[in-house]
């Protein structure tokens, strides 16, 4: 059975289920798997600035599959070559996250016919986003792994489907099996956007020990954080956090980014950790969602387990209305 809902109109795909654009770790290959599968794969140019790897991956994304695929930058950082590279593929779906979308939505509107995706995180993003003619809205909760605002995703999730309506709304932020979809599907979401759950899978581009560690991890380890970024010097603006596994260099820095910020020393450290994939000093991106990872498996297994825990989970609810 396939569960239908606006975005699975929208794009012609078999299951409500998006993998976001994970800058770096989402690329053709596990974009291309969850495509193939039925869900909407997305490539993760993040920043941009990286045109030799977001060529190789977006030319695997359109060899490996014939279904619909996106792709996804962050617009605080992108630069117009990195959009114009992107749309020469010809994504079925853009998708646009962190700062503002206005110029750059632009350009996929009038240079492309893919669908426009903005991911945000409370409702003055969503009012901008739908200003700027955005297609769908990802209404992402801080429980999110990686970078996010304050806003938790079960009051955010409906408010920003009751303001945007009839553009459809997609949650994002701590979802990592079948209920947790179910539970998008009824806040009023035409679909959930998986990330952390995703990272876990075989075909993620991660650093040795990054699975193994969202595997073992609990969504208690988690929290967000300005500290890494400031360490690597990152560039990201105030208002967004990333929410990581805790590590040493985190513990060491917490509430003392101040400090940190102007400590030449402490920065040389943490390149020299991040030389080495020291994962008690770089970041593991991970949502609040890892409670619920215990396996790495491919991307094609996730993406059935999803949705046949989804209609478990709908039917449980189903049963409970016929108990009366
Ligand atoms: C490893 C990782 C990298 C991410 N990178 C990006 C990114 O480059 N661009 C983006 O829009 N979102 C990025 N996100 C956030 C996702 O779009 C999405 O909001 C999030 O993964 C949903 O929460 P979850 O991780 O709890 O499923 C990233 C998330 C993770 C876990």
Not at 29 to 46: T, Y
Not at 232 to 255: C, F
Request: glycine share 12%; charged share 25%; hydrophobic share 50%.
């Amino acid at each position: 059975m396939t569960l239908t809902t606006a975005l699975t109109e929208l794009l012609g795909l078999e299951h409500p289920l998006v993998l976001p654009p994970m800058g770096g770790t989402a690329g053709g290959a596990l974009a291309a798997a969850v495509s193939r599968a039925g869900g909407l794969g997305m490539v993760g140019g993040g920043r941009g600035g990286a045109p030799d790897w977001l060529r190789r991956e977006l030319a695997l994304v359109r060899a490996e599959t014939s279904r619909p695929w996106g792709v996804g930058f962050l617009s605080w950082a992108i630069g117009p070559e990195d959009l114009a590279c992107a749309l020469e593929y010809e994504p079925a779906a853009v998708m646009l996250s962190f700062g503002d979308p206005v110029p750059h939505a632009e350009r996929v509107r009038r240079e492309s016919d893919a669908l426009l995706i903005v991911q945000v995180t409370d409702l003055a993003e969503a009012r901008r986003a739908l200003d700027a003619g955005a297609d769908v809205l990802v209404a992402q909760g801080t429980e999110a792994g990686g970078h996010g605002g304050r806003r938790a995703a079960l009051p955010l999730v409906p408010a920003v489907a009751d303001l945007a309506a009839p553009v459809p709304v997609l949650a994002a932020g701590g979802i990592a099996d079948g209920r947790g979809v179910a539970a998008a599907l009824a806040l009023g979401a035409a679909g959930a956007v998986i990330g952390t759950r995703f990272q876990a899978s075989c075909e993620a581009l991660t650093a040795p020990g990054v699975g193994a560690a969202l595997v073992r991890a609990s969504g208690d380890e988690t929290e967000r954080s300005r500290v890494l970024d400031i360490a690597r010097e990152a560039g990201w603006p105030e208002r967004y956090t990333a929410r990581t596994l805790r590590n040493g260099y985190l513990d060491r820095w917490r509430a003392r980014e101040d400090e940190l910020r102007g400590d030449a020393a402490a920065k040389a450290a943490y390149r020299e950790a991040a030389g080495r994939h020291d994962l008690d000093v770089v970041p593991v991106w991970a949502g609040e969602g890892v409670d619920l990872i215990t396996d790495l498996r491919a991307a094609a297994e996730l993406v059935s387990a999803l949705a046949a825990e989804t209609e478990a989970a709908l039917d449980r609810l189903a049963r409970l209305r016929g108990a009366r």
